[in-house]
Each structure stands twice: as structure tokens, then as C-alpha cells.
């Protein structure tokens, strides 16, 4: 069992900055794939971004690159995302998942269906 709970959500004017993080618990989260999610009021959940188990790779949609930047503490068992320049479209819930296989794959990862835990969301409003 994997334990995921996210927090730093909040309102933002555009062009600010808010850092997310998802605290783990559970199983060894050193060895677990992470990822960010996200679902705007309406639409389907999307693919953000991913970090391999050591944070030596990561994959992003492109709707995200060069703004937004995953990282992880193995030893504070914590998963972050930076976001900077945010825009009215970046506006949504924000997921993290742990995917406990040990295959990193790079666009692979942008599949939800590879990640086994989820945490309960964080609200990020970016105001126009």
C-alpha cells in the first residue's frame, strides 16, 4: 500500500508560481515511479509530468515544458512539481501516482492506467 496526499494548491494570478507537493507513505517510495496528473472542471483526467524511481529521467507533455519541473526527496519520501508562468488553462486538480513497477518507459509513463495509487487532489486556480 502506497499513501499519497498532496498539498500547495491554491488561487494564483497568471504568470505566478506554486509549488506542489505529495507526501508518500507505505510502501518504499524510493523505488516507485511518480507522476502528476491533472483534470480541469468538465474533461478527462491528463498526463502532466514523471519522474523515474532515482529522478534521473523525466517525461512531460508539452503543454507543461519548460514551465513546470517534477523532482522528487527520496529521503523525505516527497514528490514536488515547481510551477512557474502559469496560465488560466493550467487551472484544475492536481493528482499524484505511484506506479510500483520498475520499468521506466518515458512516454509510457503518460498512461494512467500504469499507476496503481492516487492521492486525493489539490485545487490550482490561475485567475486571468
Known amino acids: 500500500q502506497v499513501q499519497l496526499v498532496e498539498s500547495g494548491g491554491g488561487l494564483v494570478q497568471a504568470g505566478g508560481s506554486l509549488r506542489l507537493s505529495c507526501a508518500a507513505s507505505?510502501?518504499?517510495?524510493?523505488?516507485?515511479?511518480m507522476a502528476w496528473f491533472r483534470q480541469a472542471l468538465g474533461k478527462e483526467r491528463e498526463f502532466v509530468a514523471a519522474i523515474s524511481w532515482n529522478g534521473g529521467s523525466t517525461y512531460y507533455t508539452d503543454a507543461v515544458k519548460g514551465r513546470f519541473t517534477i523532482s522528487r526527496d527520496n529521503a523525505k519520501n516527497t514528490l514536488y512539481l515547481q510551477m512557474n508562468s502559469l496560465k488560466p488553462e493550467d487551472t484544475a486538480v492536481y493528482y499524484c501516482a505511484a506506479d510500483t513497477s520498475p520499468l521506466w518507459t518515458g512516454s509510457g509513463s503518460r498512461s494512467a492506467d500504469r499507476y496503481d495509487y492516487w492521492g486525493q487532489g489539490t485545487q490550482v486556480t490561475v485567475s486571468s
Open positions: 507505505g510502501r518504499t517510495f524510493s523505488t516507485t515511479i
